[in-house]
């Protein structure tokens, strides 16, 4: 079978979307595992619900991403997004199982990759997320790496985020984004952040100040033929930070937890996230909040830019 002639994925549409498609309005993406991995319920449900109203208030429309029962949804309604944000046994799907929880007609969260594949399915272009995956610590050994590193490279959606995880190997996940040659634009900083902490140490490879600017970089790209993403860093709120020096206590005791119990795998983040909610006594969730927001709204200033 050729590329051409490939059978067509029904994608279900929720009404808002639909609309904003019809009317050409600017669109944000958003994932799912935020929702079902990120937080219990009903905390989950009132962050899923704020960062939908945040881009909403800035002129877009949000389009949360998931597969449910086997449908590639883009877009909630109200309904849905309670129900998933309850909902227990949920897939976490990246590129490589997102095919296999429609096929299996399954209910799966989208990862950052997972859902870059799925907003550009739809012609969506911009997409606010957390944090992305990267190179982990003592990669050198275990190889692991995220997908989202690869999907940045050949997807082209713009992801907003607050940097790489701090848990990660920062400089090495930097220096894969060069080689596969993902432009890393800091806003308003010169300095790369660090999901809860506005700085990594690390000088941030670009740097620009306005969404409009990020808006004409991404369109000087597509005039020259330029595809593959873009990673957008949006450093954390001042006010919500925990400085890079204080997490890195956490994060050390984290990383020897889990060597410990011999984490590993797709299990490696969440446990060392839980850790680290646990020994910041639940600073650190605050303050992933907090990022999300800033992201998701300056995800909806570059949408309305683009469009």
């Not at 881009?55 to 597969?67: D, E, F, L, S």
């Not at 227990?88 to 997972?114: C, H, P, Q, Y």
């Not at 490279?153 to 790489?164: K, M, P």
């Not at 369109?219 to 925990?242: H, Q």
Request: charged residues 20%; proline residues 5%.
């Amino acid at each position: 079978m050729t590329k051409h002639n490939l059978p067509q994925l029904p994608l279900a549409y929720s009404k808002e979307v639909s609309d904003a498609k019809a009317r050409g309005a600017p669109i944000v993406a958003l994932e799912s595992t935020i929702i079902t991995h990120g937080m219990p319920y009903p905390g989950n449900l009132a962050m899923a619900r704020s960062v939908e109203d945040i881009i909403r208030h800035a002129g877009a429309v949000p389009a949360t991403i998931a597969v449910i029962d086997g449908t590639l949804h883009i877009g909630l309604d109200a309904d849905q997004i309670e129900k998933l944000a309850q909902a227990t046994n949920v897939m976490k799907v990246s590129r490589a199982d997102l095919a296999f929880a429609i096929a299996e007609r399954r209910t799966g969260a989208t990862t950052v990759a997972a859902t870059m594949i799925a907003a550009a399915r739809a012609g969506i272009s911009v997409f606010a997320t957390g944090g992305i995956g990267g190179v982990h610590r003592g990669a050198e050994e275990s190889f692991d790496i995220s997908a989202d590193l690869e999907e940045l490279a050949r997807t082209g959606v713009l992801v907003v985020c607050a940097g790489a995880k701090a848990i990660l190997d920062i400089p090495k996940t930097l220096e894969v984004l060069e080689t596969r040659g993902v432009p890393v634009v800091t806003f308003g900083s010169e300095d790369f952040p660090a999901f809860w902490s506005r700085v990594s140490g690390l000088k941030s490879p670009l740097t620009l100040s306005s969404p409009e600017a990020i808006a004409n970089f991404q369109r000087t790209r597509e005039s020259l033929g330029i595809d593959g993403g873009m990673l957008i860093a949006n450093p954390v709120p001042e006010e919500f930070e925990i400085p890079r020096e204080e997490m890195e206590i956490y994060i050390g005791r984290a990383l020897a937890s889990a060597e410990r119990e011999e984490i590993a795998g797709k299990a490696v983040t969440p446990f060392l996230l839980d850790n680290i909610f646990h020994l910041t006594a639940g600073r650190s969730l605050k303050t992933n909040i907090a990022l999300v927001e800033n992201n998701a709204r300056l995800a909806a200033e570059i949408a309305v830019a683009l469009g």
